[in-house]
């Protein structure tokens, strides 16, 4: 009798630990934790009215392995950077052709039968069918380009390692360059946490993204400031983070089409900074940050470049 | 000055070029770390982890050996610091009610006008990697986890990396016993532990 009690505890005891070993090994499989109590609190800004989405995404281009770099669009191709190469699709998807760089370049804008390409700390001046035309001279060790626009015959290249934009003719001389101060008595001009300073011109205006400040600003060509508008919010009319706009474009009927890095979410303003609406809401539902590079065709339709998911995005009005 | 010779003011200058390349992937010094030796340790890779929140609650030690380091180099001293403040901060100040860190253990200097550095002081520090979220979500990227040799015990098995969702944490040489994301290492190497494990 004495020892059925020995047993039977044994048993008792053997079953416990093989539970507790069992409960144990299951709660430290990766993903059956619980909630993380320093979750940094952001779900709030991923909720939007529905009613603001005024786009809708109707195409996809997958773009393969390679890491997409830059984006233009220009009467009707599309102008894709990857490392030390260009790739020309057609707005549908088909691949259109495919031009190998002398270096990887980080930024495109296609002008007529010319394409400006920022290859880090100088441009490259080409033909759209890959000739290549001139490289412009260096901008020393610490530039980095991020942005090209022209209008007539003039081209704006922003430099944000120097935190300036350079004035060009196309022929690559220079000049002109200015630092983006407000004022004479201004402490500061641009300010430019990483690497994203974009800018374009629409009617003949050239605007430059200050993206430390949150501020869309208009420049004359000789770098006076002419008027910006900016906003700093977590919530959907504002930008947030370090260096938001990280991305800028203007569509042809002067709507702004903003994309931001951290909350990612692209947006359409009027000239003035008031919200129109949402071209593509953020998600919560991957780890993407990177700010999609935007371009538009002649219709207002958004080209968004998925850095994260190699791929073109195509929305339009609905 | 730096410890290395570089000025604040190179540090803010160098921020975009590093962030550029953090953005296409990586830095060189990463890559770098990854060689083979007898001896190893256990250390995250910056680049993998997803901020879980798990170094924080799962070291064996009291207070994790896990710590938050910060890459200067990186760093774009940005006023409005997404590992600095709380999203929703009513103000760019020092305010406790503004602070994201739960420990306040970083600290915000004005530099210049509009530039501010951010210091981790270590012993306040649980790695709880709030700022790492806020930081690589909103900003360079600059904040990032690394186990510290002087702390952990060198378990057999890391507790953190036998629940790490990301599977940051693995064994790397003790020749280089850190992935530090940035270019100018502070971190001194560590003199090989006597026994593999003393847990
Ligand atoms: S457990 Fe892994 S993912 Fe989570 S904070 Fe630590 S290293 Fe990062
Ligand atoms: S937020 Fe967390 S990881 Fe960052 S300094 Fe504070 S305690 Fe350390
Ligand atoms: S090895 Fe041990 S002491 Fe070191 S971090 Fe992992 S659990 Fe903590």
Redesign the pocket.
Known sequence: MKNKGIGIFVVVIVVLIVVVVVIDALSNRTGKRGDNPYKLEIDQYYKVDPAMILYKEIRQIKLGDVKPLGLDYSNDRLYVLLNKSLKIVSPRGEELSNINLPDTARCIHVSGDLMYLGFTNYVGQFHIDGRQIKLWETLGEKAVITSIASKGDQVFVADAGNRSVLRYDTHGQLLGEFGGKRNIDDLHGFVIPSAYFDLDVYDDELWVVNPGMHALENYTDEGVLRGFWEKTSMKIEGFSGCCNPAQMTIAPDGTFITSEKGLVRIKAYKASGELIGIVSPPTNDSEETHAPEVAVDESGGVFALDFDRNMIRYFVKK | MGKDGHSRRDFIQTSVRASLFIAIGGLGALGASRATASHTVWQ?DPFK???????AT?CVMAESA?KCIHAYDICGYCDLCGGYLKPDANDRATGGENQLCPTAAISRNFIEEPYFEYVIDEALCIGC?KCVKGCTAFGNGSFH?QIRHDRCLDCNECA?AR????E??SRISIKKPYLIKGKFEVIPSVEPPKSSSKK
């Open positions: 995250i982890c997803t901020q879980c929140g798990r170094c799962e896990v990697a986890l953190i629940v790490c969702p990301s940051a944490i």
